[in-house]
């Protein structure tokens, strides 16, 4: 079987395309490499089952190109990260749902299942910790340009609603800050990459604010298998899920960890969060998933601790990033 991953030189694309290469599959990978790297492929890049498309997923006959022979869809290409969001709020906005719809529609077409990538920037500044998949959002005015990237992942979430009553087989994961090697320090999951390159370079850590700021951190490993479970358990189709860990940390916390799985004894530094993206940005104080329905419905429960996948990552850094 054939699967297509937009976005797959990115982040999360490119530990899932390495998935499915190992578990037997053929893969598309369709990337513009905006945001995404083909290095990130650089251990498969060869593999003989691998098909590499660089261009723009809202290009219609790129993505006719993309889809030829595939029989599955993974769909994770989108402009993310709060500073490439900042920067061009009109790409993020085209990109993120115009592909979106364009791929929906490819899919119903020729009834595809697929998998949408979405992000717990949805629920906003949220109205209750835990957040469950069912519950209220809370996203703030439009003049705020931060919003613009939960809103176009919102759009996407209604899309595949509608798409999938219809009849198309479509799941949504909600991603809860994904860190692991290979994470873009300007991505989303940035804060982890930040403090690995800052450790590396034997840099101060910037925390934004105070610090106090709570999060909850799930190992790339862990988010590709909630992925693949979404994308292949038929009973996933017309659901959204939080694909997270329920266990959160202050960003304060998080950069003492990082100091010591490290062993960098580099200081901290506090940068207010206008300084970081100009006046008026808005934060939210915490931020943790309600994780039962991944449990209950796909079986799919994040393993890999904090401790163990900050580890990891380091190991990752230290010999793939040196210099
Ligand atoms: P990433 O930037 O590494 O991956 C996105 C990929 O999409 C990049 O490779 C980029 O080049 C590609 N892309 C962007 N615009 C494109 C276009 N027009 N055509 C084709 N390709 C295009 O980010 P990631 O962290 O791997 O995120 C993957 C998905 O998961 C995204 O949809 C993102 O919104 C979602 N997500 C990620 C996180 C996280 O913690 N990393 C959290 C929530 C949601």
Redesign the pocket.
Known sequence: MRILV????????SHLVERLLQEGYAVTV????????LE?LGAVRDHPRLRILI????DPVTLRRALEGVERVF???????VPRVLADPLRTIR??VR?TEMVLEACAERDLPVCL?????VYGKGIRWPAAEEDDLRLGSPTVARWA?AAS?LLDEHLALAWARQGLRVSVV??????GPR??PD???YVIARFMDQALRGEPLTVYGDGRQARSFIYVEDAVEGTLRAGFLPKAFGWIFNIGRAEEISIRELAEKVRAITGRSVPVRFVPFSEAYGPGFEETPRRVPEVSRARALLGFEARVTLDEGLRRTWEWWRVCRRG
């Open positions: 937009t976005g797959g030189a990115g982040f999360i694309g369709l990337d513009d490499l905006s945001g995404g790297r990130n261009g723009d997923v809202t769909h994770l290409a989108a402009v993310v990260g990109v993120n592909g990538a979405s992000s717990s920037e990237y992942k909600r991603y809860f800050n994904v860190y994470a873009d991505g989303y999951g």
